[in-house]
């Protein structure tokens, strides 16, 4: 790996914590600025491809786990691919409780990327969820 590639792979790694910090925080500009114009969005809780829908999907998932007491997402198992400008990635996702030692989920993410103005941003973010829910 060449340090450029490493860089890269850290910065990227560093947008994946800030998307889930600010996701636990409430701080929903901050979450929507780790996204570039194009947006996809898939998983089992619905299926978003523009900032406005996506935006109200994450306001209600949020005020929905700050309910339960918060959440803390903690991101591991990055798997990452850059290619010049653009990158893929794998990481696993696990979601606990903030108010109490419990997991309420775990999953993968599969992602793709995009290096604008030497900002890496998500334009492609896939859930895979182990679990069910209703």
């Known amino acids: 790996m060449n340090e450029t590639n490493a860089t890269d792979q850290l910065a990227i790694m560093?947008?994946?914590?800030?998307?889930?910090?600010?996701?636990?925080?409430?701080?929903?500009?901050?979450?929507m600025s780790t996204w570039h114009d194009e947006l996809k969005f898939e998983s089992q809780f619905g299926n978003y491809d523009n900032h406005q829908d996506y935006r109200a999907w994450l306001v209600g998932f949020y005020e929905q786990m700050k309910e339960r007491g918060g959440t803390r997402h903690l991101i591991t198992n990055h798997e990452i691919s850059v290619q010049g400008d653009s990158a893929e990635m794998m990481c696993y996702l696990t979601i606990l409780s903030q108010r109490e030692v419990v997991v309420f989920a775990t999953a993968m993410f599969e992602d793709r990327l995009v290096k604008v103005d030497g900002q890496w941003k998500f334009t492609h973010r896939k859930l895979h969820v182990d679990q069910q829910f209703p």
């Open 14 to 31: 560093a947008l994946t914590a800030t998307f889930e910090r600010a996701f636990d925080l409430g701080d929903h500009d901050l979450h």
